[in-house]
């Protein structure tokens, strides 16, 4: 059988690219108060919010027209408001939990994963990384939609993309998002991420199979052969 010219299936190429990832990864990091000071753990928002209320919810937003985005009214400001997910395998999450110059958000360990189509069904995206003199048109867009009050459909793709050059460019987090909060079942949960001394914890309290983000492959194989 000639092998260079047969021709793979969708399924056997993507198994064969190791950056290639068939889930999304939403990552939990501390909640803080008005004056910027830690309220509240990401240990806690994933237990006392999140999985209890089975909800992920879009607090801010993070796109290209953040900054007019910012002297909206509530009501326009909510229709760019997202959920971020990475589709940075898992076994490599470990490295956005790195500081990072220029970025201010700090991502914990904790976190869920969800696989890509189920994302893909309920709305999600890959996020639009726009370089040079490409941002203008897009301006162009923001402009009309202002004008027409932000249509909601117009808005789902502006709130999507985002710059990238010299001074900003996050392209490497790999970012998908759902715009406005993302409801989901326990069992459409892939897995959770917690430290490995919270395992425990977690899984007697929910039916779901918790692994850490330190891991390294084999670790993380073994735990989900066992799932």
């Known amino acids: 059988m000639d092998t260079q010219n047969s021709i793979q299936t969708r399924a056997e190429f993507l198994d064969k690219k190791r950056d290639y990832s068939p889930f999304l990864v939403h990552l939990t ?26 909800k992920l919810k879009a607090y801010n937003y993070y796109c290209l027209f953040k900054d007019k985005i910012d002297s909206l009214d509530e009501t326009n400001k909510n229709k760019f408001r997202v959920v971020c997910f990475t589709e940075t395998p898992i076994d490599q999450i470990e490295v956005l939990l790195e500081r990072v110059q220029g970025r201010n958000t700090i991502l914990s360990s904790y976190g869920l994963v969800f696989k890509k189509e189920y994302i893909r ?64 079942k326990l069992d459409e949960i892939y897995c959770g991420l917690c430290p490995e001394t919270d395992i425990q914890y977690f899984e007697s309290k929910y039916p779901i199979v918790f692994i850490d983000p330190n891991w390294g492959i084999n670790k993380i194989l073994d735990k989900m052969v066992r799932k």
Do not use: M
């Open 29 to 54: 990091r501390e909640g803080f108060d008005c004056h910027g000071n830690p309220a509240i753990s990401a240990r806690e928002i994933l237990y006392e919010f999140i999985l209890t209320e089975k």
């Open 121 to 184: 069904i309920k709305g999600g995206n890959p996020v639009f990384y726009i370089t040079g003199s490409l941002s203008a048109p897009l301006w162009g867009l923001y402009d009309n939609a202002s004008q027409n009050n932000f249509p909601d459909v117009g808005c789902k793709v502006l709130a999507l993309i985002n710059k990238c050059d010299e001074a900003i460019d996050f392209h490497w987090e790999r970012e998908w998002r759902i715009v406005g909060e993302f409801s989901f």
